[in-house]
């Protein structure tokens, strides 16, 4: 079966910086458009960032653009995240997903990580 597992979560203060990992098993990882989420306490899961299959195209919404990093490594069936100069909004719950497109990778991904947190401290 498909497994998507995240990890590189932890506490950290404003201003730091850490990298999120999404390893991919059960699935051609080259053939999937990857995307990470996040959800803070009280709020909906929101839409950070997706890379297309061959890492050519990349996509940040607003709040992010600049300070995070999606990438890939296709002969490693893993997607990470960069994020930098982290503020304590940025606290949350983060998930990876997948998805056989682009278009659907930010509104309907097909599979999902559990989850890793991210605590920033002001």
């Known amino acids: 079966q498909v497994q998507l597992v995240e990890s590189g979560g932890g506490l950290v203060q404003a201003g730091g910086s850490l990298r999120l990992s999404c390893a991919a098993s059960g699935l051609t990882f080259s053939r999937y458009a990857m995307g990470w989420f996040r959800q803070a306490p009280g709020k909906e899961r929101e839409f950070v960032a997706r890379?297309?299959?061959?890492?050519?195209?990349?996509y940040y919404v607003d709040s992010v653009k600049g300070r995070f990093t999606i990438s890939r490594d296709n002969a490693k069936n893993t997607v990470y995240l960069q994020m930098s100069s982290l503020k304590p909004e940025d606290t949350a719950v983060y998930y990876c997903?997948?998805?056989?497109?682009?278009?659907?990778?930010?509104?309907?991904?097909?599979?999902w990580g559990q989850g890793t947190q991210v605590t920033v401290s002001s």
């Open positions: 890379i297309s299959w061959s890492d050519s195209s990349t």
């Open positions: 997903a997948a998805a056989p497109s682009w278009a659907t990778v930010a509104t309907s991904p097909k599979y």
